[in-house]
């Protein structure tokens, strides 16, 4: 079994290993580009007929029609009274941490009178309705429900429709989940086919406006041509997380923060920074260690031996450097005095302050929103939220004498650009 990389960055070809690394390749898959295709045509011209199909060909779910596919808000009460007492109590602290957080990003309409007595505002109204994909394929993921339907639900969306595959048994934390953030509808249906029932809409499933979610190469694309039909949350690619440290934290500590982004995905990107060179041996020491005992080892191993590596650097300066070009997803500062060191990332899609905070904390109960931007795009994307449900629309009110002074500047612009009706249309008023 291969190891993790170590690099150094004194080492003479540091920086194209370095560039290796970061390079995970997310290219369109041709394939999965024409797979969608297809299947979202489909969808698009038989509705339920097309879903229920591809759900039982790709999904293993097998269903008479698409109402079958349907769990009844019955049956999301159950499986939530159904849940040991520890879970239902670990799913509410979750949801009411991830609410509170989220009720402090709600966008306030505002409006305001200038010099020329010209009324200006701005209204924001929540979207009407979103479609929430929640993956299935490698895992159950319950904390995905929450951290997509309670920012929804904050903004005031009025109907989610969840979308959830599942080949087998249902996951009862999953569906608690859905009935603990107050979706409103869930399908047991995935891939492309249940995005291309969220996007045009069918005789059961009604059209959104918008969809979020993270899925497989087939959603990505599904969600990717989809775009301007409805609108999407962006197009997640394979978790990462990068890790400064002094060398004090414990190295099993940092070896199961690896971990813990590795059992994501082959293709999870996880990185140590420390210039101290005993702590790197250390880490790769516990890796070497814990990593057989890891349930998930089959996925965590070819993800760290593919994309990780333990980099020793020269200071703590230079390894803020490093992960400001990587721009991680996610990024925990593990050394004393870490809150002072904040100002300076200037990329990253969550940080975690601090030994104690571990990012596993942020992915389920922190508060915060897990759903990130990833493979660099922190340098210009943020963190789902509230605002993501809702629309700003501009309000201007103009009084008869700021139209006539307006007018004559309005007139000359437009003149200018040789759009004589924009002209004629501020020059009546005057």
Known sequence: MAEITILRTVQRDFRAEFRRILDRSQEVSHKAEEVAANILADVRNRGDAALVEWTARLDGRHAESAADLEVSQEALAEAFAGLAPAQRDALEVAAGRIRAYHEQQIVRPYEHQDALGVRLGQRITPLERVG??????????????LMNAIPARVAGVGELIMMAPSPGVPSALVLAAAHISQVDRVFLAGGAQAIGALAYGTASVPRVDKIVGPGNAYVAAAKRQVYGTVAIDMIAGPSEISIICDGRTD???????????????????????????AFVDAVAASIRRLLPA?????????????????IHVASLDEAMELVNEVAPEHLELSFDDASVWVDKVRHAGAI?????????????????NHVLPTSG??????????????????????????????????????????????????????
Do not use: N
Not at 132 to 145: D, F, R, T
Not at 353 to 361: C, D, K, M, N, S
Not at 403 to 422: F, K, P, Q
């Open 132 to 145: 929430l994909y929640v993956p299935g394929g490698k895992a159950a993921y319950p904390s995905s429900v």
């Open 251 to 277: 190295p099993d500590w940092i070896a199961y923060d690896l971990f813990a982004q590795a059992e994501h995905d082959e293709g999870a990107q996880a990185l140590l920074f420390t210039q101290d060179a």
């Open 294 to 310: 890891m349930e998930r080892r089959a996925i965590i191993a070819p993800a760290l031996a593919d994309h990780g590596a333990l």
């Open 352 to 368: 975690f302050v601090g030994r104690y905070t571990a990012e596993a904390l942020g992915d389920y109960c922190a508060g915060p």
């Open 377 to 430: 795009t922190a340098r210009f994307s943020s963190p789902l939220g509230v605002y993501d449900f809702q629309k700003r629309t501009s309000v201007i009110h103009c009084p008869a004498e700021a139209a006539r002074v307006l007018g004559r500047s309005a007139s000359i612009l437009a003149r200018g650009e040789g759009l004589t009706a924009h002209a004629l249309s501020a020059e009546c008023r005057i």
